[in-house]
């Protein structure tokens, strides 16, 4: 398993949230 610190979570959680606001587009 790979384990993130916070700071990976920020980034991934940040890039899912630019996502699903292009998406809404």
Do not use: W
């Not at 398993?1 to 940040?14: E, Q, R, T, W």
């Amino acid at each position: 398993m790979v384990f993130l610190n916070s700071s990976d979570m920020n980034i991934i959680s940040n890039g899912l949230k630019g996502l699903l606001e292009f998406n809404n587009i």
